[in-house]
């Protein structure tokens, strides 16, 4: 039987597995929100449009403008293979930053904005953009209504597999979130989050875990929401899994975007496997694995707190909240405590004690909450924190 061999998506040098030809690999798509920032202050500034014009002389369709000013969006085409996504993701930010460029402004990969716009941010011109703001007028005066996300596409056969497939998924995604937060700072302040863009973006209505459905109960839920006002249009249904309304495919619209291109590519690879393990159960039959609306809404919480700190959620099949384990809580934090408190006995009371602790456990090294707990600081959701987080590891570079 002969084989055909993938290219790798990180180098010639690293082989990726030969898979049969009868299997046909999934294709995906990416699309990738930025800000565009003044060159010289770092704030937001609405040139989108005029960055958005000037790059679709070379991209076409795939530079779209996004509903504030002060965001651009780039859209991959369908592949199957990694290393073709990688080189159009390089190619699509390349243009747009040459683009932002000329316009003096930078092209900015985070979830929230990390220094305050001057002025109130602006909507794109538009008529759909229009009624939004006219009927959320709140969401919008609101500095923290500007977000960037990072949506990847899995190509699907119908809407009844990507709602099936998004069933079955449902467990899975917070780890995901928690892998791809990138968003601790927001409006100059570092806001004890790992990913803050998932705390801003529930304000919109629709985003949220999407409930289990079939394609019936899609149309049915999907025409109430609209009917009753809660929506403008079924493209406003920003569940974190939801099939797409004019492509074939099932979207997945939870993760921050990366500067960095490898962990895009990581994260689309992920869902991609994901997708390939469970659609042989969903064609067996499987069930949907179960887990209790508020369970799941506290794993996406932790994800978006912690990152890559939270815990892993509920396996399918398994009970127990994504922190419940005891053994996972000692095995992950409990020696270092334990050598704290020794090292914090043997050093007595007073100055000496936070310099020893400093001197042997670097503070880089040690969960947040961890280090409010030892030296008496508050956690920063609470008024009047004095609460400092240190050896934040968030990239916020700007893309190549």
Request: contains cysteine; hydrophobic residues 35%; glycine residues 10%.
């Amino acid at each position: 039987m002969s084989l055909e061999v993938i290219a790798p998506a990180f180098g010639a040098d690293r082989a990726q597995a030969a898979v049969p030809p009868a299997v046909r690999p999934l294709t995906v798509g990416v699309e990738e929100e930025f800000f565009l920032v003044d060159r010289r202050t770092g704030m937001p500034v609405a040139r989108g449009p005029r960055v958005v014009e000037a790059a679709r002389r070379v991209l076409g369709e795939q530079a779209q403008s996004e509903f504030f000013g002060a965001q651009v969006e780039v859209c991959t085409r369908p592949t199957a293979r990694l290393a073709e996504l990688r080189s159009e993701l390089a190619l699509l930010r390349q243009v747009m930053g040459d683009a932002a460029a000329g316009e003096g402004c930078l092209l900015v990969a985070t979830g929230t904005p990390v220094i305050p716009p001057g002025r109130p941010p602006t909507v794109t011109p538009g008529e759909r953009y229009g009624r939004m703001a006219a009927r959320w007028p709140s969401l919008v005066g609101s500095y923290d209504g500007m977000v960037c996300g990072c949506h990847i596409h899995i190509g699907v056969t119908g809407r009844d597999q990507a709602l099936a497939l998004a069933n079955h998924m449902r467990p899975w995604l917070p780890t995901l979130q928690a892998l791809a937060a990138n968003s601790p700072f927001s409006l100059g302040h570092e806001t004890g989050w790992a990913s803050r863009r998932s705390v801003e973006h529930t304000r919109w209505p629709g985003v949220g875990p999407a409930p289990l459905l079939d394609e019936a109960g899609y149309d049915r839920l999907a025409d109430h929401l609209v009917r009753t006002g809660t929506l403008l249009d079924r493209r406003m249904i920003y569940w974190y899994a939801r099939p797409s309304e004019h492509v074939p495919t099932l979207e997945i619209r939870l993760c921050d975007v990366n500067a960095d291109l490898d962990v895009v590519v990581l994260l689309t690879a992920l869902v991609r496997g994901l997708a390939t393990v469970l659609l042989p159960e969903i064609a067996e039959g499987r069930p949907t694995p179960t887990l209790p609306e508020s369970r799941l809404r506290g794993a996406h919480r932790l994800a978006a707190r912690q990152g890559t700190w939270s815990a892993r959620p509920c396996p399918p099949g398994r009970e127990g909240a994504p922190d419940a384990s005891p053994r996972s809580r000692r095995h992950r934090c409990g020696v270092g405590q334990r050598r704290r408190r020794r090292l914090v006995r043997r050093s007595g009371r007073g100055h000496r004690r936070g310099a020893l602790v400093r001197r042997n456990l670097p503070q880089r090294r040690m969960h947040p909450e961890q280090d409010a707990r030892l030296h008496g600081a508050r956690r920063p959701d609470r008024p009047g924190s004095r609460f400092v987080r240190r050896g934040c590891r968030a990239e916020n570079r700007a893309p190549a």
